[in-house]
């Protein structure tokens, strides 16, 4: 499998670096496209630097850079997520403005029907937001705005974030245990404990 991961400007920087580890354990194939606000927001969150970020993927393009492989839809590939997906990324993508390489890899995503999954971070949102992400829908992209379940009684902030990425991972047939699914025996054992039946 050959996946492009685009981490754009947006908070929750955290979301792609745990999908880029996921994916390296797997040896899913990985093409990385970091924006430059990107760059600044995941060292003011996390305490990885660019250079270990970067290291977790098998190809690693500068956005700025048009001529890259992913730009071209004879470049094969299962898909795309842009995790996080900055509202500018959003309405660059729903508007096939093509201004840089995250951009343009999420157009030639959605022009070649290859699945492309926007995890949109805002909140609250306005009228323009809401019309970005149907237009994106209309054209194809998956909305994953990152909304953290409880079913399975989460206890820290990883257990929330890997909530997500399994998420995202079901959308593309990667399996995974991130997360106790709703149904599975962990989570009709929690509900037993406080007086449910099966």
């Known amino acids: 499998m050959r996946l492009i991961v685009g981490i754009s400007g947006a908070t929750g920087s955290i979301y792609g670096i745990r999908l880029l580890e996921i994916l390296k354990e797997k040896k899913i194939e990985t093409h990385l496209i970091l924006t430059s606000t990107a760059k600044k927001?995941?060292?003011?969150?996390?305490?990885?630097?660019?250079?270990?970020?970067?290291?977790l993927a098998s190809h690693v393009y500068e956005n700025e850079d048009l001529t890259a492989s992913i730009s071209s839809g004879s470049f094969k590939t299962d898909g795309m997520v842009v995790i996080p997906c900055s509202i500018k990324s959003l309405s660059g993508i729903a508007h096939s403005y093509n201004e840089n390489l995250l951009m343009r890899a999420a157009d030639v995503t959605l022009k070649e029907r290859r699945k492309l999954i926007l995890v949109v971070r805002e909140t609250p949102l306005h009228q323009g937001h809401i019309q970005l992400m149907l237009?994106?829908?209309?054209?194809?992209?998956i909305l994953f705005p990152p909304m953290p379940a409880f079913y399975f009684?989460?206890?820290?902030?990883?257990?929330?974030?890997?909530?997500?990425?399994g998420k995202v991972l079901d959308l593309f047939g990667i399996n995974h245990h991130l997360f106790n699914r709703w149904g599975s025996s962990e989570v009709k054992k929690t509900l037993r404990k406080k007086g449910f039946k099966d």
């Open 135 to 141: 237009q994106a829908s209309q054209t194809g992209a």
């Open 153 to 165: 009684h989460p206890k820290t902030i990883d257990d929330l974030i890997n909530h997500t990425v």
């Open 41 to 55: 927001i995941l060292l003011q969150e996390t305490p990885y630097g660019i250079e270990r970020v970067e290291n």
